[in-house]
């Protein structure tokens, strides 16, 4: 294959990919199947980012070109977040199957409360969610597994005070052998 029919090929593959804004799913735009894992999305973004990141076309290209591939590693940088996002990506899941190719920017646009915002690795911070929920539920043993493996994620505070919670539960010594 030439360079000129490389070029060729990436400006077709780059026209698609604009084309297809409205229609194509996220997995589509990262190359991705659907049930792919945490690792197959980060590393399909990335080697994708690299091809299609707008700063490649500040010289090379023409601004009609240069405008595509800024839409288009906006669309990849919107699929990635959510992808990695277990919440929502299974949110996006459900969309996908009524016909959405898109998640809606309300259901990716959740704000993170003051003490989320202490806790740095996005995953800790599901885990921590979850811990809260199961609590509210009085799912004690759910609860201390969830904030167990948020902190070996990450020790923060949000979580140090949930296990704290956790600990002072009524039935925390009954059914998970903590002391109160």
């Known amino acids: 294959m030439t360079i000129e029919d490389a070029h060729a090929e990436f400006i077709a593959e780059l026209h ?10 996220y997995y589509e735009f990262l190359g991705l199947r659907p049930g792919c894992d945490y690792v197959a999305v980060r590393e399909a ?3 994708r980012a690299q091809v299609y990141h707008p700063d490649r076309f500040v010289f090379v290209a023409g601004e009609a070109l240069g405008r595509d591939a800024y839409d288009v590693y906006k669309r990849m940088t919107e699929a990635y977040n959510v992808l990695c996002d277990p919440e929502l990506r ?3 899941d459900d969309a996908r199957v009524r016909g959405h190719a898109r998640l809606s920017e309300v259901a990716r646009a959740r704000r993170l409360g003051a003490d989320e915002r202490q806790v740095a690795n996005g995953f800790a911070r599901i885990y921590l969610r979850s811990a809260r929920r199961k609590l509210e539920r009085d799912d ?3 609860a201390w597994i969830d904030v167990q493996l948020g902190l070996v994620l990450e020790t923060a505070p949000p979580l140090l ?3 704290d ?5 009524p039935r925390a010594a009954a059914e998970i052998g903590v002391p109160r």
């Open 45 to 47: 973004f990335h080697a």
């Open 161 to 163: 005070a949930v296990l």
């Open 140 to 142: 004690v043993v759910g």
């Open 90 to 92: 299974a949110a996006y």
């Open 165 to 169: 919670e956790i600990r002072r539960h």
């Open 16 to 25: 698609r990919l604009h084309d297809g804004l409205d229609r194509l799913s």
